[in-house]
């Protein structure tokens, strides 16, 4: 049986994507290793608790010997690297995590990656010669965009908060590895996720979260900056579809074709509220503005054309039909 690493899997991504790749690869085990930061919740694999092919290994990615005793045991020969700091507001506050974790903790992975399946430089060991190491990132390496145009996979990197800078790091570092190495590298850059299992302190959870407790719900500036919103199970998608076909050496661009500014985001939530949980007032009471953070992106934007012409992918969501889908997950975890 194949035996493939994932790293970050407790996180908002990883523990979306862990259950969609064991219910569709059932000839793969998993083997999830995750630090439990704050960002990491046991809680969002409770479906896959006890299944045959998955196990959960606490751990940092930082820990070479960890890594290395990881392989030596489980033979690995594929990672899926979703392991990283992502929220940019703390990358601002603490820039040192963020450098240690998606910069030498993605080192760290793929040099024991390379150590274990390469001879030499282009040379395979026998039996790793499909190993694969794949590199999951963020359209924010390629920095801002004004009112038109799209991010592409050739677009030059831009990145502009610690985090976005940590992350091309980690970027370029894995296509070190590629044309240094010869290793078999891929890595997907995808817009903004949203969805079932999303850590409390991003924007869309927030919203949520903010508006049923009557609290008000803070919107950055004056609420026009430009993201664009894929729904993390067409991202599931995506990431299973680009690890078993994508071309080695590739980087893929996966994007919902959804931009919506902060203002719409907000007032569409509070409209579904509205209807499904109806209070006297309108939820849209409880919006306000707040001052600005540094280095505020204005505009991403994703174009995935190449994700769907080579692979034929294609997100099944669009931001209206998510975000209900992702109301309902929460108002269900708030019951609880």
């Known amino acids: 049986m194949k035996s493939l690493l994932i790293t970050g899997g407790a996180g908002f991504i990883g523990s979306n994507f862990i259950p969609y790749f064991l219910e569709n690869n059932k000839d793969v085990k998993v083997v999830n290793l995750d630090l439990l930061t704050y960002a990491g919740n046991l809680e969002n694999l409770?479906?896959?608790e006890g299944h045959e092919h998955y196990e959960f290994v606490e751990g940092d990615i930082c820990d070479r010997?960890?890594?290395?005793?990881?392989?030596?045991?489980?033979?690995?020969?594929?990672?899926?690297?979703f392991a990283a700091?992502?929220?940019?507001?703390?990358?601002?506050?603490?820039?040192?995590?963020?450098?240690?974790?998606?910069?030498?903790?993605?080192f760290n992975l793929i040099d024991v990656a390379k150590d274990f399946w390469m001879q030499s430089p282009f040379k395979f060991k026998d039996g790793f010669e499909n190993s694969?190491?794949?590199?999951?990132?963020t359209d924010e390496v390629y920095g801002t965009l004004?009112?038109?145009?799209?991010?592409?996979?050739?677009?030059?990197?831009?990145?502009?908060?610690?985090?976005?800078?940590?992350?091309?790091?980690?970027?370029?570092?894995?296509?070190s590895y590629f044309h240094t190495y010869g290793m078999n590298v891929i890595t997907t850059n995808c817009s903004n996720n949203y969805g079932p299992k999303q850590h409390n302190e991003k924007l869309i959870p927030t919203i949520i979260r903010k508006a049923l407790s009557n609290d008000e719900i803070p919107i950055y500036g004056d609420g026009k900056n430009i993201r664009d919103w894929l729904y993390?199970?067409?991202?599931?998608r995506g990431i299973n579809l680009v690890y078993k076909n994508g071309k080695l050496g590739e980087t893929y661009n996966i994007g919902g074709?959804?931009?919506r500014n902060n203002l719409y985001i907000v007032n569409k939530i509070c409209e579904i509220l509205d209807e499904?949980?109806?209070?006297?007032?309108?939820?849209?009471?409880?919006?306000?503005?707040?001052?600005?953070?540094?280095?505020?992106?204005?505009?991403?934007?994703i174009d995935a054309s190449k994700i769907e012409r080579e692979l034929g992918w294609k997100a099944q969501e669009n931001f209206e039909s998510g975000i209900l889908k992702t109301i309902h997950w929460y108002l269900e975890k708030y019951k609880k």
């Open 46 to 48: 409770m479906e896959i």
């Open 257 to 259: 074709r959804n931009e």
């Open 65 to 81: 010997k960890l890594i290395e005793s990881l392989f030596n045991k489980h033979n690995f020969d594929g990672v899926i690297h």
């Open 276 to 301: 499904v949980q109806p209070k006297i007032e309108s939820y849209k009471n409880q919006i306000s503005f707040v001052k600005d953070r540094p280095g505020h992106d204005f505009r991403y934007a």
């Open 132 to 137: 694969r190491f794949h590199h999951i990132s």
């Open 85 to 106: 700091e992502s929220h940019v507001d703390n990358s601002i506050e603490n820039p040192d995590a963020f450098v240690r974790t998606n910069v030498f903790g993605t």
């Open 232 to 236: 993390v199970l067409d991202h599931c």
């Open 146 to 175: 004004g009112d038109t145009g799209l991010f592409t996979e050739k677009t030059p990197y831009s990145p502009n908060s610690p985090y976005s800078a940590s992350k091309a790091s980690s970027d370029f570092l894995v296509r």
